[in-house]
């Protein structure tokens, strides 16, 4: 009925955490939601597209590896589950925006994450290479809580300003090296973007940064997800290796 009645559906989230210890025609599951949803993308379980990255506080490993043999099934056991061959399943971070309810309450708007700890949970996520999903409860007029969706939109756009307006900068590309040059500023943060239609190729890389104008540079970080964040340096020079 969802999958026929409705929409084209991008994504479909199954959810381990009660289904310890039950068993499922997962095989003709499976085939019934890819043959009525050929693109859908499926969370965590059976034939995943995506997985869970095994806790509910919004934050990624380090490194976050987006090629694994195996997945994570649910908060209430250590179970893994094998998906038979290394595959590329980039990695989602679930959290609630309140402290202790998935569903909506009365009694819990106090506990709405502030502004600062949305984007300390963006820096974990995102920019640690992985999906940010954050989870509200609709209200009891079927709609999103007031305070909880102008948090989001207030989430958003301290995200667009601290990151949407790049610095004027000359680029040169020589094998696998970028090498960005402009005047002596702060930088603030530095974003790197992957192409993801054939997975992750991208296995590591290093950011380096010209201290001054002359002299060796310096690595100032050292990562595997293409999604970097640094903070409140003064370089003139950055080599992406």
Avoid at 44 to 63: C, F, I, K, Q
Avoid at 191 to 214: H, M, Q, T
Avoid at 223 to 233: D, E, L, M, N, P
Wanted: neutral net charge; charged residues 25%; hydrophobic residues 35%.
């Amino acid at each position: 009925e969802l999958l026929t009645n409705y929409v084209t559906f991008d994504y479909l989230w199954f959810d381990g955490c009660g289904s310890e210890n039950h068993k499922y025609d997962e095989v003709r599951i499976i085939k019934a939601i890819r043959d009525l949803q050929p693109n859908i993308l499926i969370f965590n379980m059976w034939d995943p597209d995506t997985r869970w990255v095994g806790s509910e506080a919004g934050y990624a490993h380090l490194p976050s590896i987006d090629y694994v043999d195996a997945l994570s099934f649910s908060v209430q056991t250590d179970r893994k589950d094998s998906v038979g061959e290394m595959r590329f399943l980039p990695v989602e971070c679930d959290f609630r925006m309140r402290r202790h309810n998935w569903f909506y309450s009365d009694s819990d708007e106090p506990t709405v994450k502030t502004l600062d700890k949305l984007m300390g949970i963006y820096y974990y996520s995102v920019g640690r290479g992985a999906n940010m999903l954050i989870n509200i409860g609709p209200d009891r007029r079927g709609l999103l809580p007031k305070k909880d969706s102008q948090r989001l939109l207030e989430c958003r756009r301290e995200v667009k300003r601290r990151v949407s307006s790049p610095i004027q900068r000359n680029t040169s590309i020589n094998d696998n090296t970028y090498t960005l040059e402009f005047d002596l500023q702060l930088i603030s943060h530095v974003v790197l973007e992957e192409d993801l239609s054939r997975g992750g190729v991208i296995k590591s890389f290093v950011i380096k940064a010209y201290p001054y104008n002359y002299g060796e540079p310096i690595t100032v970080y050292h990562g595997t997800s293409v999604f970097a964040v640094f903070r409140h340096f003064t370089p003139t020079k950055l080599i992406l290796l």
